[in-house]
């Protein structure tokens, strides 16, 4: 790298660490001020923290968009659009409203103890920064020639030790910093490749017919799968977190319909870039297709810019995640576990924090010693997407109604689809194809519905 472009990533650190671990006078008066920013989230910050943080598998989208083309919109954008406006306009004000730390947290309050734990379980492993963890330390192993061990080392320790002081307040205020770093490299990417291959439609003229179809060549059954995927949308824990941050329902709802035009010029930016880097790269790696193609078009300095916002967009998620999973093993499990129900010290204070800290190294370890062992961010979250999902969304929906279900029914549904989906997924890999050719997701699913259907006729009855 050029002395310019590392002169950026020098500037970019030393302002991270000003963001991150500044603290104003009001710090640690609110038992929330540390888990949720004291509930005053503003909507520039709201929008600018939940844009930055849904695109840490950035190295993947570019894996993909090389791989297979257009069908990356088809799959990771226009899905979430969908869910998230229905999230935005059904959901988010009500989670504002029920003043809840977290999604796990609502499960409790609801459904018990069994089943807050169960969902923070699933959460844990859903929210992991394990697969981001390996995309940035390949990143930065790819553009300074450090070991991959310790590129790793470094991106953990930069991105999660703010949290230790901060917690959330820190998560938004360097998010603000990643938001513009990531759209001004993308931009700067897309400028410098029209400037090398010419027009869109000039250098995506070569390309496979497959890039430029909307499945990519997949089978529609694959397209719905992702679609029903986006579901994961709803008990995405950083949306929850968000809008339980807000300061009014309505900064959530807004919030989340500006974030999703945001998204969509990023996607724009992204699939774009993605094609340009499949028409003008020789064959390599597609999970280095963005820092390849930067390495290749982009100049001194853009190209510090660039990668300093791709560092941006990964870093930007590993924080926020770092920080859920650590609400989530510290809070949600060990200290629910510790906590009788019935207990006069039930309630969070400042000083229970300490379980958060205490969750947050052991999230730093577990994501380390995962990030080796991770071949591919898309197909990790198609996996736990497609075993997850099913035993989540229709609770979390129904902790929201009225009509009350037992504790044990919630359970039921919440365990069954998940084992349905991993024995179809385990089959699959025995038979070398899906049973009846459906994919995991769909048992689980209708396992899910089916279980509810059967509690509600049975209620009726009695």
Same mark, same amino acid.
């Given at each position: 790298?050029? #002395? @310019?472009?590392?002169?950026?990533?020098?500037?970019?650190?030393?302002?991270?660490?000003?963001?991150?671990?500044?603290?104003?006078?009001?710090?640690?008066?609110?038992?929330?001020?540390?888990?949720?920013?004291?509930?005053?989230?503003?909507?520039?910050?709201?929008?600018?923290?939940?844009?930055?943080? #849904?695109?840490?598998?950035?190295?993947?989208?570019?894996?993909?968009?090389?791989?297979?083309?257009?069908?990356?919109?088809?799959?990771?954008?226009?899905?979430?659009?969908?869910?998230?406006?229905?999230?935005?306009?059904?959901?988010?004000?009500?989670?504002?409203?029920?003043?809840? !730390?977290?999604?796990?947290?609502?499960?409790?309050?609801?459904?018990?103890?069994?089943?807050?734990?169960?969902?923070?379980?699933?959460?844990?492993?859903?929210?992991?920064?394990?697969?981001?963890?390996?995309?940035?330390?390949?990143?930065?192993?790819?553009?300074?020639?450090?070991?991959?061990?310790?590129?790793?080392?470094?991106?953990?320790?930069?991105?999660?030790?703010?949290?230790? @002081?901060?917690?959330?307040?820190?998560?938004?205020?360097?998010?603000?910093?990643?938001?513009?770093?990531?759209?001004?490299?993308? *931009?700067?990417?897309?400028?410098?490749?029209?400037?090398?291959?010419?027009?869109?439609?000039?250098?995506?003229?070569?390309?496979?017919?497959?890039?430029?179809?909307?499945?990519?060549?997949?089978?529609?059954?694959?397209?719905?799968? #992702?679609? %029903?995927?986006?579901?994961?949308?709803?008990?995405?824990?950083?949306?929850?977190?968000?809008?339980?941050?807000?300061?009014?329902?309505?900064?959530?709802?807004?919030?989340?319909?500006?974030?999703?035009?945001? #998204?969509?010029?990023?996607?724009?930016?992204?699939?774009?870039?993605?094609?340009?880097?499949?028409?003008?790269?020789?064959?390599?790696?597609?999970?280095?297709?963005?820092?390849?193609?930067?390495?290749?078009?982009?100049?001194?300095?853009?190209?510090?810019?660039?990668?300093?916002?791709?560092?941006?967009?990964?870093?930007?998620?590993?924080?926020?995640?770092?920080?859920?999973?650590?609400?989530? %093993?510290?809070?949600?499990?060990?200290?629910?576990?510790?906590?009788?129900?019935?207990?006069?010290?039930?309630?969070?204070? +400042?000083?229970?924090?300490? %379980?958060?800290?205490?969750? @947050?190294?052991?999230?730093?370890?577990?994501?380390?010693?995962?990030?080796?062992?991770?071949?591919?961010?898309?197909?990790?979250?198609?996996?736990?997407?497609? !075993?997850?999902?099913?035993?989540?969304?229709?609770?979390?929906?129904?902790?929201?109604?009225?009509?009350?279900?037992?504790?044990?029914?919630?359970?039921?549904?919440?365990?069954?689809?998940?084992?349905?989906?991993? *024995?179809?997924?385990?089959?699959?890999?025995?038979?070398?194809?899906?049973?009846?050719?459906?994919?995991? %997701?769909?048992?689980?699913?209708?396992?899910?519905?089916?279980?509810?259907?059967?509690?509600?006729?049975?209620?009726?009855? +009695?």
């Amino acid at each position: 790298m050029h #002395w @310019l472009d590392l002169s950026v990533l020098v500037l970019y650190t030393c302002l991270l660490i000003g963001f991150g671990f500044y603290r104003s006078k009001e710090s640690g008066k609110d038992p929330e001020e540390y888990l949720l920013a004291g509930r005053k989230l503003s909507l520039p910050g709201f929008v600018a923290t939940l844009v930055a943080t #849904w695109y840490g598998g950035i190295l993947g989208i570019g894996e993909n968009t090389y791989a297979y083309g257009v069908q990356t919109w088809f799959i990771l954008g226009f899905p979430y659009y969908v869910f998230a406006v229905l999230y935005a306009l059904f959901i988010a004000g009500r989670i504002n409203k029920t003043k809840c !730390i977290s999604l796990p947290d609502q499960f409790h309050k609801r459904f018990g103890k069994t089943a807050g734990i169960i969902s923070a379980i699933y959460i844990l492993a859903l929210a992991s920064p394990a697969p981001y963890i390996l995309s940035i330390g390949i990143l930065l192993q790819f553009t300074t020639g450090l070991s991959l061990a310790l590129s790793l080392i470094i991106a953990v320790g930069l991105s999660l030790s703010y949290i230790w @002081l901060g917690g959330f307040k820190a998560v938004v205020r360097t998010d603000l910093l990643q938001f513009g770093f990531m759209f001004l490299g993308f *931009i700067l990417l897309l400028i410098f490749s029209m400037k090398s291959a010419g027009t869109f439609l000039e250098a995506t003229s070569n390309l496979p017919e497959s890039h430029l179809n909307p499945t990519g060549g997949a089978s529609i059954q694959y397209i719905l799968v #992702w679609f %029903f995927i986006a579901l994961w949308t709803f008990v995405d824990p950083g949306f929850y977190q968000r809008c339980a941050a807000a300061k009014s329902p309505k900064t959530a709802q807004t919030g989340i319909l500006i974030s999703i035009g945001f #998204w969509f010029i990023f996607d724009i930016l992204t699939i774009s870039t993605g094609l340009y880097a499949k028409a003008l790269l020789s064959p390599g790696d597609p999970l280095l297709a963005y820092p390849r193609l930067g390495a290749m078009v982009l100049p001194p300095l853009a190209y510090g810019i660039f990668i300093t916002g791709l560092l941006s967009t990964i870093m930007s998620t590993i924080d926020s995640l770092g920080l859920i999973s650590a609400i989530t %093993f510290g809070r949600d499990i060990i200290w629910r576990i510790q906590t009788p129900a019935n207990s006069a010290q039930k309630s969070w204070s +400042n000083a229970s924090n300490q %379980f958060v800290q205490k969750g @947050l190294v052991v999230t730093a370890l577990i994501a380390l010693g995962l990030a080796f062992s991770i071949p591919s961010v898309v197909k990790l979250w198609y996996v736990l997407g497609s !075993i997850l999902v099913p035993g989540l969304v229709l609770p979390f929906l129904l902790s929201f109604s009225a009509k009350k279900l037992s504790g044990p029914d919630i359970v039921t549904m919440m365990v069954l689809p998940v084992l349905v989906s991993v *024995i179809w997924t385990i089959s699959g890999k025995i038979m070398d194809g899906y049973p009846l050719n459906l994919e995991p %997701f769909y048992p689980g699913i209708l396992t899910s519905g089916l279980i509810y259907g059967l509690k509600v006729t049975h209620g009726k009855r +009695n």
